[in-house]
């Protein structure tokens, strides 16, 4: 009986000792995982469409997740499910009376392989009658070169984004209570995930009012498609284009709406029609 209780006790140790090991183990093999969102564009009561994207961060970096459920997350509940495909990708149709740029959020659902991740976004939702401010981004960052030391190297001078002076005051002010703000952000990858995410958080970072960012192809083609594609959807509301280019402008031009150049380039470099802005202070006289 003896010889019978210390085999069942050296048993139970082994099954103990090996279901303690697995557990770090399973665990350890879940991957790191990033969701991006792209911002979504609606009217009242119409289904948007959210596109999200989930990539793997680890030894193999960027890397879609097919087959995950995805949850898109409004307002703190979750409004829709969707599935990604083999390229890590999901698209999500939801729809909402609530006007305003909303919050939104999409994160892991149930998943046995991904540690749980959450990526952000904006759902713009105006009425189409609301007049639209289209603000290019790069005239809203000063690039400033910072002394840095970096030992065995000396100082060396580093490229830093700061805002224009008064560009995010003079926004707030504009979009308190009368235009609506499309940001347009300049994507050189290809699907414009990236790009995205990293304006979104440098313009929550610097106090940007909230509005709806429009990512686009690099190239002086692809902001007046985009134009003649809303206008073809009925936002027709769209009064001003602000830039920092003479290209940025000329679509604006070219289709009957103002544009603004801040701040002021060279006399060569201002389109006929164009206003131009020495700082973002007299952008509101320009309007």
């Not at 097919?66 to 149709?93: H, I, M, N, P, Y």
């Not at 392989?113 to 959450?118: F, H, I, K, Q, S």
């Not at 005239?139 to 970096?150: A, G, K, P």
């Not at 070219?254 to 006929?272: C, H, L, T």
Request: net charge positive; aromatic share 6%; charged share 20%.
């Amino acid at each position: 009986m003896t010889t019978r209780f210390r085999s069942i006790s050296a048993l139970s140790s082994i099954l103990l000792i090996v279901f303690v090991s697995a557990r770090p183990c399973d665990a350890a093999e879940k991957i790191v995982a990033t969701i991006q969102v792209k911002d979504a564009l609606t009217v009242p009561g119409q289904p948007a469409t959210v596109e999200a994207k989930i990539d793997s961060t680890g030894a193999v970096r960027n890397v879609g997740l097919g087959g995950e459920q995805l949850e898109l997350v409004v307002d703190g509940k979750v409004a829709a499910t969707a599935t990604t495909g083999a390229d890590g990708r999901a698209s999500f149709t939801y729809s909402t009376k609530t006007v305003g740029v909303l919050p939104i959020q999409v994160r892991v659902g149930a998943s046995t392989r991904v540690l749980p991740a959450t990526g952000e976004a904006n759902l713009a939702v105006w009425e189409r009658r609301n007049p639209i401010l289209a603000i290019d981004m790069a005239s809203l960052i000063e690039t400033v070169h910072v002394e840095v030391s970096i030992p065995g190297t000396g100082p060396q001078k580093n490229p830093e984004q700061k805002p224009m002076p008064d560009a995010a005051a003079e926004i707030g002010k504009l979009t308190q209570f009368y235009y609506k703000v499309i940001y347009i952000v300049p994507s050189t990858g290809s699907d414009g995930f990236q790009a995205g995410t990293q304006v979104r958080v440098w313009l929550k970072a610097h106090h940007f009012p909230s509005g709806y960012m429009l990512v686009l192809p690099s190239g002086n083609e692809a902001l007046g498609t985009k134009i003649d594609e809303l206008r073809a959807s009925g936002w027709n509301a769209i009064k001003v284009g602000i830039g920092r280019t003479k290209a940025f402008a000329e679509a604006f031009l070219q289709r009957r709406i103002d544009a603004v150049i801040v701040p002021e380039p060279p006399k060569s470099e201002i389109p006929r029609k164009a206003n131009v802005a020495k700082e973002w202070k007299e952008i509101r006289k320009k309007l």
